[in-house]
C-alpha cells in the first residue's frame, strides 16, 4: 500500500503530519511517497492552500492535520482486501 503526502519543506504543518503517520507506517506498514509541491507546477496550483494533504489511489484522506479515524478507516480497508 502507498499513501502519498504533498508537503512543502519550509510548512510546519507538514512536518507535523509526517511525524504523525510514523507509527501508523511501523504498524501497517505502507509506503509512503513525500512530493514536494513546489517542485512541480501542477501540483502547487493544485495543492497550494490545503497542503500539507495525504492522500491514497489520488483520494484525499485529510489536509492541513492528520484525520487519524479516515486514516485508519483506509488502512484497514486495505489490509481487509
Wanted: hydrophobic content about 45%.
Amino acid at each position: 500500500m502507498v499513501l502519498t503526502l504533498m508537503f512543502r519543506e519550509y510548512c510546519s504543518l507538514c512536518h507535523q503530519m509526517r511525524a504523525a503517520l510514523q507509527p501508523y507506517q511501523a504498524e501497517y506498514g505502507f509506503e509512503l511517497q513525500i512530493f514536494d509541491v513546489d517542485e512541480d507546477p501542477e501540483l502547487e496550483a493544485r495543492y497550494n492552500e490545503l497542503v500539507p494533504v495525504l492522500l491514497h489511489e489520488g483520494e484525499e484522506i485529510c489536509h492541513w492535520h492528520l484525520d487519524e479515524a479516515k486514516l485508519l478507516a483506509v488502512l484497514q480497508n486495505a489490509k481487509a482486501t
